[in-house]
């Protein structure tokens, strides 16, 4: 029988050699696929790539598509945050007491002198790119698989570890305060983290750990310093003098803002402040040249600030971690603070709100 397969093979006229010597083995290579997929089951590399498939689908969605969504929300809520901030606007929030303002305004919105909301955004910004990199988007020239991924987790590492500490420092040195954004973004942090690590075995996580214990002492040092650094000149330890000096206070008081200030006189609320502080400035003129005179201003630097000039014992026993500081009601209140947030804490609002009404018709 195959003797003559053969040779009815071979005598063929229309299947030229060439053509056939190339055809034969394009047949066997096929079916000797074939017969693998059937027999013997999925390749080995099949069982990677999917494992893999597994690995990278999270309740329904990739991976890298929560974290682009996640990235892009919080892209937006920052992104927001730096307009109100570098615009000085007043933020939403849906906190009543206005603390997300407040938080906002304090010492510790800035690192280094940049905002806050800023790197935010840059960092949320960076997590959305990677993440469609990541999905084949091909949006980043010259970034492989691993890359991607790397970058990744070292910069939802370094956002889960800055809000950890800014979540400590919304509790111990802003205690009272209530940030709704504060607390979106640190959810937004750890669901990046938790995500990103989702992509990793545990034996990856082994070889990276390092890494991660590495960049959570970076953070850390970075913003414990930016903030450190702000405190010689608080306390006067620089070599330079500088002698007092005061600012005009050129804005007019309303009838609204005068009584404001003799509510929080009278129930013995006091403003810390220093004379260089831009802050304090401002906060004065909210008040106006009339109701300023009438606060119980306390000014922590009277002689002058630098080497061998101290700041006030009253001061320095009040714990003050920045400028302006209000206690009112045995409750601190840090940073610059609009008038009605100053109204509400020490419960003027809903005692004199005639004045309120007098003060919108003054101003139009």
């Known amino acids: 029988m195959s003797i003559s397969s053969a040779l009815a093979i071979s005598r063929l006229p229309s299947l030229p050699p060439i053509r056939c010597s190339l055809a034969v083995p394009l047949r066997f290579k096929r079916s000797s696929v074939v017969s693998l997929r059937c027999w013997c ?24 598509s929560w974290c682009t969504g996640l990235g892009a929300v919080g892209f937006m809520e920052t992104a927001y945050l730096t307009y109100i901030k570098l615009f000085n606007s007043d933020a939403f929030c849906a906190v009543a007491g206005g603390g997300c303002n407040d938080v906002l305004n304090s010492d510790y919105s800035n690192v280094f002198g940049v905002p806050l909301p800023l790197i935010g955004m840059v960092s949320y910004g960076l997590v959305t790119l990677l993440s469609l990199q990541q999905s084949r988007s091909n949006l980043l020239y010259g970034f492989g698989e691993i890359d991607v991924r790397f970058l990744l987790l070292a910069i939802t590492t370094s956002m889960a570890t800055a809000s950890t500490y800014f979540l400590y420092l919304l509790g111990t040195k802003l205690s009272g305060t209530v940030c709704s954004y504060c607390l979106i973004s640190v959810f937004l942090s750890f669901s990046l983290l938790f995500i990103t690590l989702k992509d990793y075995a545990f034996e990856e996580i082994q070889k990276v750990v390092g890494v991660q214990f590495a960049i959570v002492a970076i953070i850390l040092a970075t913003l414990s310093n ?7 000149k608080y306390f006067g330890s620089s070599d330079i003098i500088l002698e007092p000096y005061e600012t005009e206070i050129i804005e007019q008081s309303t009838p609204w803002t005068i009584a404001l200030a003799k509510h929080l006189h009278s129930i013995g609320a006091k403003m810390y402040g220093a004379f260089w502080c831009s802050h304090c400035q401002e906060q004065k003129q909210m008040f106006g040249r009339e109701a300023a005179k009438i606060l119980d201003y306390v000014e922590c630097f009277p002689d002058g600030v630098g080497k061998g000039r101290k700041m006030t014992t009253e001061c320095t026993l009040a714990g003050l971690e920045g400028f302006p500081t209000w206690i009112i009601k045995g409750k601190v209140l840090s940073g610059e603070q609009n008038l009605q947030a100053l109204a509400d804490a020490s419960g003027f609002a809903s005692q004199d709100s005639s004045y309120a009404l007098a003060s919108k018709q003054d101003q139009s």
């Open 41 to 64: 089951g999925p390749s080995p590399k099949m069982d990677s790539d999917s494992g893999a498939s597994d690995k990278a689908f999270f309740l329904g969605l990739s991976t890298s």
């Open 226 to 232: 930016s903030y450190t650094m702000t405190m010689p």
